[in-house]
């Protein structure tokens, strides 16, 4: 009961008093106020009659209780309570000083109740001064009954009944003590929020589990340009951002369901500036949701601004996006380049071949023969440019055709052999296959698989001098075929090792700088892997050899399935950084 008069009187306390302290004062005051009257009246409808009769009675009862309640309304109207707090106390003296008298002056136990003068000053203020003041007031009232003994009196003597509201006053006082304790430590951690809030520029807010704001801090008169009265009960949530609102009050939601903590970002309207601003005039706020230590029933949120993050994201999602039409910019060039490059390379291949063969007519001069045959072989080599660039486009833009078929590993590698071996005998690298027999079946794009083993062979005989050895393995370990290459060659340097499988990206050192290439082939086999759901790792050291390991799935990429063409769809989501592997340097 006393925890809803408290609510009662706390509503009634006027907007314009700032401050938890304050508005504390002021309600405790109206409290008295509106409650101080019926003890009053029921003393005196048994005091006063004898001596006045009963319709004098009866007005001084009216008019004590009328101007106790006046003087309520006139706090809470104003919030002038200092003046009227004054105005109740003497007031107060006089009354009580007529009942002492009534009931026989000092020798009664009425007498005691002069105590209520002092206690209830100090009670509504809290401070040493107030309780001063109550006891100049008793006093006061003590010398002022003595005046009206005669007149109030009538002869009457103290009685025992007179202990009554004495007794229910001091049964009354010490129940109004137990909150008290709970009051001044509310007091104390407002205080506390305050200081916390001047720190670090925030909004204090307490919320009900419900999602009702209870109280709000000063501040955001400063931050949102809102008094905090517009934000109580459910004013903050009516000005969240539609959008916003899932995310808050799940956050809510965490919080009744026992978390500590939550934050959560949201956008708030403020009002309309009016400098040609549009009327949604949303701001970005972090705001920070904890258990109230001091209320179990509540939470305590701490409102701050958002905006300077909320523009570097949006500037940050600005620059990727960029970032990501520069990237689709410079892929679909290189392919119409590629394109317009490969028709004119096929007739100067063409052409060329029908050159050598003497198809119409013998050569002149053996020089002649012999710059035809260059011819041919850099238009070849420059075809097989153009096709590398257009396979990373197409693995890049995630449009790379794959077919799976179950072939035997043994199969792709022997091809493999077939076709580098020549390469790898004018350079005098001994080439072998080391592929363990239960490799077995594969399935997956038996076009890609040879991509890979070719595009890793051409690197490893390329980067080996002369006596060297390349070695192509195999092995199959559960559901996953292992695979790799490797060689005797130069070896690859820790520090790049990061740049190694980016596209027209080639190792530059003391040792490469000698061999031709475009930095394609391992740009190509990390989206090939990638497009199977497989991992590619490599090891190497300097003027040790690298190896090259490739993990790919024996059935088959899970989670993707086969169009009406036979083409397997790739994944939603999936990125290349998932799949591609580790690369690290071994020794």
Known sequence: MLGAIAAGCDRLVHPSIAGESERLRHRRLIGVLLSSPFPIAAAAGLLLPSALGAAVTLAFICATCGAAWLAALLVAATGKGRTAGMIALGAGAAVLACLTAAAGGLASPMTLIMLALPFESYWVARTRKAAL????????????????GDAL???ASPALWHWLLPTAYAVAMLARLAPAADETGAARETNAETKLEDIIDAVVLRIAPGGDVLDVTEKSLQMLQLPPELLLGTGLFDRIHVGDRVGYLCALADLRDGRPGRKAEIRIRLPHAGNGMPNDNYRHFAIELNRDSGAEQTFLAILRDNEEMAELRAALAAAVDANNGIDIAKGRFLAAVSHELRTP??????????LLHEMFGGFSDPRQKEYVGLVRDSGQHLLEVVNSILDVSKIEAGSYPTYPESFRFREAVEMCRSMMSLQAQAKKVRLHAEV????????????????MLINLVSNAVKFTPEGGRVTIGGKRIGSRLHFWVSDTGIGIAEDDLSTIGKPFTQVQNDYTRQYEGTGLGLSLVKGLVALHDGTMSIESAVGEGTVVTISLPVDGPAGQVCNDGGELLPMPGRTKEKVDGTLRKAG
């Open 133 to 148: 003041w109550g006891v100049a007031a008793a006093t006061a009232a003590l010398m002022l009954q003595a005046v009206l």
């Open 153 to 155: 009196s009538s002869g």
């Open 436 to 451: 363990a027999a239960e490799t077995g079946e594969i399935l997956a794009d038996k076009r890609a698989v040879q991509q």
């Open 345 to 354: 390379l096929n007739a100067i291949i063409g052409f060329s071949d029908m």
